[in-house]
């Protein structure tokens, strides 16, 4: 027989044998052997946690001849067939690539019949996400009301993505991730079973590569006993897996605790010539320094640190270390972890890096650095500069309730607020532009139809940020975002990961890549103006909701009262 790979021989065939997952095992398991299943169930959570295989296990525990306290037998008929996949009442369905009316259109037609061996016919739709909306709504009644001898599990990594009517109709057990001890109890189990040598610290990296999958736990034990000849070495794990070994990460934190950026971008280089991923490096460096805050802790925490990380080399280096600067650390690899998601310059952002953390100057953050007296003076000369204002405001005030509007001219003179746009954040006129080159009253409506939807993915900050504004503007590639507030206006303009919710978001519920632009209210009528005279278009017959009225002689009068009391103010009506 050809060799299989280690998660389907070592896939577990009763609930004893998931990994991780007691409480959902047992309920199931105590469910079956009171005979008080339910007719439709939906497992949830990360990938590899074991889903797929629980589902399997119920579908035979519920068909099995001689079950032991919710457990299938795996000696008779009905659990010998469903192991070998040869039992045709358990349906496996990729929703992946099923994921039309039809098909389920097909098993609705069909889930009336009996079962042709055992007591159940068990449907099994593995990533029912994927399904579209018909498919969902097709499934929706057979779902709710399914004959006697049938149950439906679905199985899914992205439960948010799975209509609430759906699951409203099932029991759902969401799945977590597999905890670092349990995946080395299992590694270490499978390894003394094949009687092959291994590493400690080489199943300590690829638990932790595994990110809390079991699936990937054994996938990532395969290679590296392939790689090895069947055996495990600290060095196999770290080729197979990327990670950086102990003198490297170690000449490289030496170098930032120095502050010499010469000498850490020297150890950089190195690093990545040995084919190092930059995503590995960082997650790397952010273990190193949380073992490090744990061990400057003085305290219990200090137990929990990861001995295969934290050699006496790696203690030694701690000592140069602040809390302080160790909390800058990582909040500097974490911003560095965004952007090589989206670029391909994964070295010009790790030299950015390290530069960045091996600088002498923010080696230590403290409460009497001059940078920060400095801003704390600036704050204070901000503070007395408003009280005057205040002051001077309230004197005005007191003028107008004493001495009537007329005589305001004879106090101070009022205090002038500039409305005007921070210079950091530009305006991207191109972009309106181009949005108000192809608006209409359908794009716009269609953009405040989704706008609620938009606001409900928003996290609670952006939320917030976001209920000031309100879409002006729409074509099929772009809305325009009028803020009521320049200031927010600023903060949103300037907030990447608002505006990558804002584009992601909008695109996926109006099926299309769309851009979001954004501009400050007080300033949205000059920008339309000035689009309109340049152009020389009619944006009232392109449905632009935000049209101007079109252009009507006027006499004298008229351009004396909206010189007095402004455009906003003067309506202009024919006799």
Not at 461 to 489: H, K, L, N
Request: hydrophobic share 40%; aromatic share 6%.
């Amino acid at each position: 027989m050809a060799y299989q790979a280690l998660y389907r021989v070592w896939r577990p065939q009763t609930f004893a044998d998931v990994v991780g997952q007691d409480v959902i095992t047992q309920t199931l398991r105590n469910a079956v052997a009171s005979k008080m299943t339910s007719h439709a169930y939906l497992f949830s959570g990360p990938r590899g946690t074991g889903k797929t295989s629980c589902a399997k296990i119920l579908a035979k525990a519920v068909n099995c001849l001689n079950p032991h306290d919710g457990e299938p037998c795996n000696e008779c008929e009905i659990c010998k067939a469903a192991n070998e996949n040869r039992l045709n009442d358990v349906i496996e369905i990729d929703a992946a690539s099923n994921n039309g009316v039809e098909e389920i259109r097909d098993i609705r037609d069909k889930v009336k019949y009996a079962p042709t061996e055992a007591k159940f016919k068990v449907y099994i739709i593995d990533e029912v996400h994927m399904l579209s909306q018909g498919a969902f709504n097709a499934l929706l009644k057979t779902l709710e009301e399914p004959p006697e001898n049938v149950m439906f599990i679905l199985a899914t990594t992205e439960p948010q993505k799975i209509p609430a009517t759906i699951i409203s109709r099932t029991q759902s057990f969401t799945f977590k991730r597999i905890s670092k001890d349990d995946l080395l109890a299992r590694m270490e189990l499978i390894l003394k079973d094949k009687n092959i040598k291994y590493d400690e610290e080489g199943l300590n990296i690829i638990a932790a590569s595994a990110e809390g999958g079991m699936r990937d736990a054994l996938s990532i034990l395969d290679q590296a006993l392939s790689f090895g000849k069947d055996e495990l070495t600290l060095n196999n794990a770290q080729e197979v897996t990327g990670a950086l070994s102990n003198e490297q990460i170690v000449s490289y934190m030496t170098a930032i605790a120095n502050n010499k950026p010469a000498d850490a971008l020297t150890s950089l280089y190195k690093i990545l010539a040995s084919g190092r991923s930059a995503i590995r490096f960082t997650e790397m460096i952010i273990r190193v320094c949380r073992n490090m805050i744990l061990y400057n802790s003085n305290t219990d925490l200090s137990k929990q640190m990861d001995s295969s990380i934290m050699t006496q080399d790696m203690l030694d280096i701690s000592q140069k270390f602040d809390n302080d600067k160790l909390f800058y650390i990582v909040d500097q690899v974490s911003n560095t972890q965004r952007n090589l998601k989206n670029s391909n310059q994964t070295d010009v952002y790790m030299e950015i890096l390290t530069v960045k953390i091996s600088e002498p100057q923010v080696s230590s953050v403290q409460s009497g650095q001059p940078e920060i007296a400095a801003t704390v003076a600036t704050d204070d000369g901000k503070v007395v500069e408003l009280t005057d204002e205040v002051a001077q405001l309230k004197k005005e005030i007191s003028n107008i309730s004493k001495n009537g509007v007329a005589n305001v001219s004879n106090g101070p003179a009022p205090v002038k607020t500039e409305k005007k746009v921070n210079k950091k954040t530009h305006l991207n006129k191109t972009a309106i532009y181009k949005v108000l080159g192809q608006a209409t009253r359908e794009d716009l409506n269609n953009a405040k139809d989704i706008w609620p939807d938009v606001m409900s993915m928003l996290s609670v900050t952006q939320r917030a940020m976001m209920r000031v504004s309100e879409p002006v503007a729409a074509c099929a590639d772009g809305i325009v975002m009028a803020f009521d507030y320049p200031m927010w206006f600023e903060q949103a303009q300037e907030d990447q990961d608002l505006l990558d919710s804002l584009t992601n978001d909008v695109s996926r519920l109006l099926k299309h890549d769309c851009q979001i632009v954004m501009v400050p209210k007080d300033e949205w009528p000059t920008i339309r103006k000035e689009y309109i005279n340049n152009n020389n278009v009619d944006l009232d017959n392109k449905d632009d909701v935000k049209s101007e009225p079109k252009a009507k002689k006027t006499d004298e009068a008229v351009d004396e009262a909206v010189k007095l009391f402004g455009e906003d103010a003067v309506d202009v009506k024919d006799d």
